[in-house]
T-cell receptor, first 114, second 116 residues
Framework: GAVVSQHPSRVICKSGTSVKIECRSL??????MFWYRQFPKQSLMLMAT?????????EQGVEKDKFLINHASLTLSTLTVTSAHPEDSSFYIC??????????FGPGTRLTVL | AQTVTQSQPEMSVQEAETVTLSCTYD???????LFWYKQPPSRQMILVIR??????QNATENRFSVNFQKAAKSFSLKISDSQLGDAAMYFC?????????????FGKGTLLTVNP
């Protein structure tokens, strides 16, 4: 149990376009979902925390209008990178937790902006 | 704010040998949780082991064990009988016990190489 999926696993887009990444908890209801960004050979950087039906809480320095997070249901959260630029290229990881449990991580999405 | 420090960017070990990865943290809280996560080349984050600060007994999971020194704020991971599949990036992480969101603070990671 406790499987988290992400789609797509890889995406390449042109500069200026928007990209949506989905994060789903497949076999449990997630009270909270998290979005991380990871640069090569670096640690995970928390971008935002989202609770179902509520606005996401963004970490300091993360642009809310650039990285739109929607947590519409207990099993789905989406991250939309708006007007993507090459510097947004990175590995994005989501995680989900159910009540009284730790985070379970998705497999990640590699975004390349040309 | 809590911080997690991993002072070893890279470590290597011979297959079947034992290796210890270091982690120190800083917090003013008395109750919290500590974790070791493994990130293999697939980049899937895998929970290796978890330690509750209020427990004096060190956590163990098969070949993985920790040395938790609360006063020293140290939390090292020992991998016994190392296997090729243990090669990965290892992250130490901290979480407060309070709060509703279970946010994790990660260290910078240690890249472990296992030599055959």
């Amino acid at each position: 149990g406790a499987v988290v999926s992400q789609h797509p696993s890889r995406v390449i887009c042109k500069s200026g376009t928007s990209v949506k990444i989905e994060c789903r908890s497949l076999d449990f209801q997630a009270t909270t979902m998290f979005w991380y960004r990871q640069f090569p050979k670096q640690s995970l950087m928390l971008m935002a925390t989202s609770n179902e039906g509520s606005k996401a809480t963004y970490e300091q320095g993360v642009e809310k209008d650039k990285f739109l997070i929607n947590h519409a249901s207990l099993t789905l959260s989406t991250l939309t990178v708006t007007s993507a630029h090459p510097e947004d290229s990175s590995f994005y990881i989501c995680s989900a937790r159910r009540l009284y449990n730790e985070q379970f991580f998705g497999p990640g999405t590699r975004l390349t902006v040309l | 704010a809590q911080t997690v420090t991993q002072s070893q960017p890279e470590m290597s070990v011979q297959e079947a040998e034992t290796v210890t990865l270091s982690c120190t943290y800083d917090t003013s809280e008395s109750d919290y949780y500590l974790f070791w996560y493994k990130q293999p080349p697939s980049r899937q984050m895998i929970l290796v082991i978890r330690q509750e600060a209020y427990k004096q007994q060190n956590a163990t999971e098969n070949r993985f064990s920790v040395n938790f020194q609360k006063a020293a704020k140290s939390f090292s991971l020992k991998i016994s009988d190392s296997q090729l599949g243990d090669a990965a990036m290892y992250f130490c992480a901290y979480r407060n016990s309070g709060g509703s969101n279970y946010k994790l603070t990660f260290g910078k990671g240690t890249l472990l190489t296992v030599n055959p």
